[in-house]
């Protein structure tokens, strides 16, 4: 059974870092490509950030470039996002995602989400 | 960027009906396009990709149609379980993005 698990997220000061970690399982990490894709509160859904397969290709939304960086450890089947300089307006959900296939923006398998409010 | 809108952005519907959300890009995406769904307070789940191919498990009375710039989602026959938010997503190319949701509640 393919599990994603989120952990990481919490209350955070603007300006401020955090690191989320997405633990995968069921299914091989090392041949699927992966995104980060957050909801705001009472929002819709934005992509944030996806990794290749390999991890040789990232790729990221203007709203979030320059400022956080998508990275995996095939070794330990975890998937890390590291947001620096954080904004009120990243406050959301940030749900790990996994892509079907061969392709990279098709998402199969989500994970339960993990909650990132940024406030003073 | 490509703009993804749906139509309507909400709808109220009773089981056994039969609806359509639409969603339209801003730009050809060629076969690229993707339907989620999401309840409250769970992660979205896609049903159909590629336009029109039905993901594993869903039923089939959901279904997709279009192609370039204006697409369909249709359930044939609304079931409890499918009282829900729709999204759209275009995945031609990047930065990807969905459409705002289709809120479907029941009549």
């Known amino acids: 059974e393919v599990q994603l698990l989120e952990s990481g997220g919490g209350l955070v000061q603007p300006g401020g870092s955090l690191r989320l970690s997405c633990a995968a399982s069921?299914?091989?990490?090392?041949?699927?490509?992966m995104s980060w894709v957050r909801q705001a509160p009472e929002k819709g859904l934005e992509w944030v950030s996806t990794?290749?397969?390999?991890?040789?290709?990232?790729y990221y939304a203007d709203s979030v470039k320059g400022r956080f960086t998508l990275s995996r450890d095939t070794s330990k089947n975890t998937l890390y996002l590291h947001m620096s300089s954080l904004r009120a307006e990243d406050t959301a959900v940030y749900y790990c995602?996994?892509?079907?296939?061969?392709?990279?923006?098709?998402?199969?398998?989500w994970g339960q989400g993990t909650l990132v409010t940024v406030s003073s | 960027d490509i703009q993804m809108t749906q139509s309507p952005s909400s709808l109220s519907a009773s089981v056994g009906d039969r609806v359509t959300i639409t969603c339209r890009a801003s730009?050809?995406?060629?076969?690229?396009l993707n339907w989620y769904q999401q309840k409250p307070g769970k992660a979205p789940k896609v049903l159909i990709y590629?336009?029109?191919s039905l993901q594993s498990g869903v039923p089939s009375r959901f279904s997709g149609s279009g192609s370039g710039t204006d697409f369909t989602l249709t359930i044939s026959s609304l079931q409890p379980e499918d009282f829900a938010t729709y999204y759209c997503?275009?995945?031609?190319?990047?930065?990807?993005?969905f459409g705002q949701g289709t809120r479907l509640e029941i009549k």
């Open positions: 995602a996994k892509a079907g296939g061969m392709q990279l923006w098709l998402w199969d398998y």
């Open positions: 069921g299914f091989t990490f090392s041949s699927s490509a």
């Open positions: 990794i290749s397969a390999s991890g040789d290709s990232t």
């Open positions: 730009q050809s995406i060629s076969s690229y």
């Open positions: 590629a336009v029109s």
């Open positions: 997503q275009q995945s031609y190319s990047t930065p990807i993005t």
